[in-house]
């Protein structure tokens, strides 16, 4: 999705090994510290998983021999649930529900014959594992995770069009965000891009307050979690000038926003207002302003789209110690706004492929 080598090094500084960023995964080894960590701290990750095994497939009976081989019993107990979900990309196995139901199978057939019983209740805890089929290479997975690391418990309510709180921690990472910064957000609906600037000035961990599916695993004891909570709790560090600026033309997105930076701990770093993008005006000397404007999906709104893409162009500063991350599926966003970029890079919001706009090139 663009954003591997972000998590890679995130990965890294926490202190995992053997990191490999992948096309939409990124491997990595470490104990269950490192896996009750990666969760607590990952801010641009989904999910994180034990990868079972991988191995290569083209019949449904190499699917079986292939999953029968997992130790399946090193998680799953006698009374556990198990089920089971995934997909396949240009695969000879390609009917989705047959591999689920064979994969369920192979896993039954060896749990069977390791606790010497002819049917399973499953009414303990839940074990969700995953499959993922890629040109015939098998991945089979546990999740440890539950709903997705982008749901951090800070945002209950959202506008329209929320970014995911992954991404926008992504747009604060590459625009380079520091603890001394003054971020702006003038289109900032609920408020997710600022929320997540402030969490990663101040070194809050964004998962710190939620729980994993994993916390139910009777093999990572309750104290990993524990001590992996006060860790990053330890780490926060709120002896910084950092403060953002929000504001969005919607009454009801800034009280949403408000809301959302009280439950996120940062509600003092955060100033909103309801303010029209054409009237943006600058509270600080130095500023980095990152937004997601409205794409506009029919005619009339791309029209709309476009002429704000015109008035950022006109109103963001441009003289030292300024610069705009805007990110826009748009080819013509440069035009528009009156200047090519200094840099851009291509990211993906949500299944929209988009381009992250970057000016930080001053002309003095
Ligand atoms: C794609 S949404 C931004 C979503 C935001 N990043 C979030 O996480 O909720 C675009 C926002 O631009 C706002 N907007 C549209 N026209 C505007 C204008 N002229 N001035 C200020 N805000 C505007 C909308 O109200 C909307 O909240």
């Keep these: ?50 990868l079972l095994g991988s191995f290569h497939a083209e019949t449904f009976e190499d699917l079986f021999q292939g999953v029968k081989a997992l130790p399946v019993e090193d998680w799953v107990g006698k009374d556990d649930a198990f089920p089971i979900k995934g997909y396949s990309l240009n ?34 805890v839940t074990y969700q594992f995953q499959f993922s089929i890629l040109k015939d290479e098998v991945s089979i997975v ?9 749901k951090r418990g800070y945002r209950l309510q959202a506008n329209d069009a929320p970014i995911k709180e992954t991404m926008a921690a992504a747009l604060v990472d590459v625009a380079r965000v520091q603890n001394y910064h003054t971020l702006y957000d003038p289109l900032c609906g609920s408020g997710t891009i600022l929320i997540e600037g402030a969490l990663k000035a101040l070194n809050m961990a964004p998962g710190v307050n939620r729980h994993f599916s994993a916390e139910q ?4 004891s309750a104290d990993v979690w524990e001590e992996e909570r006060e860790r990053a709790r330890s780490l926060v560090d709120t002896d910084c000038s950092f403060h953002a600026y929000g504001s969005d033309i919607d009454p009801e997105s800034i009280a949403i926003a408000k809301e959302n930076a009280k439950r996120a701990g940062v509600a003092d770093r955060i100033t909103f207002e309801v303010r029209d993008l054409k009237d943006f005006e600058k509270k600080s000397d130095r500023g980095t302003i990152i937004c997601n404007p409205p794409y506009g999906e029919r005619l009339m709104e791309v029209k709309e789209a476009e002429e704000l893409y015109r ?19 748009s080819e013509d966003f440069e035009r528009l706004f009156g200047r090519r970029a200094d840099k851009r890079r291509k990211l993906y919001n949500g299944m929209i492929k988009c381009q992250y706009y970057m000016y930080f090139k001053t002309n003095d």
Aim: proline share 3%.
């Design 91 to 124: 695969s000879k196995l390609f009917s989705v529900r047959d591999c689920q139901a064979i994969i369920k199978k192979a896993m039954v057939e060896r749990l069977k014959t390791v606790y010497q019983v002819p049917w399973f209740s499953e009414t303990g």
């Design 217 to 220: 695993f009777p093999q990572i």
């Design 1 to 50: 999705m663009g954003v591997e080598s972000l998590i890679a090094r995130e990965l890294r500084d926490l202190g995992a090994e053997d990191v490999r960023a992948e096309n939409a995964r990124v491997l990595f080894a470490g104990d269950e510290h490192i896996l009750a960590r990666a969760n607590i701290c990952l801010r641009h990750a989904e999910r994180i998983q034990i």
């Design 311 to 329: 008035t950022m162009g006109q109103v963001f500063p441009r003289e030292r110690g300024w610069a705009s991350y805007i990110i826009s599926p």
């Design 142 to 150: 546990l999740d440890t995770t539950g709903s997705g690391l982008h």
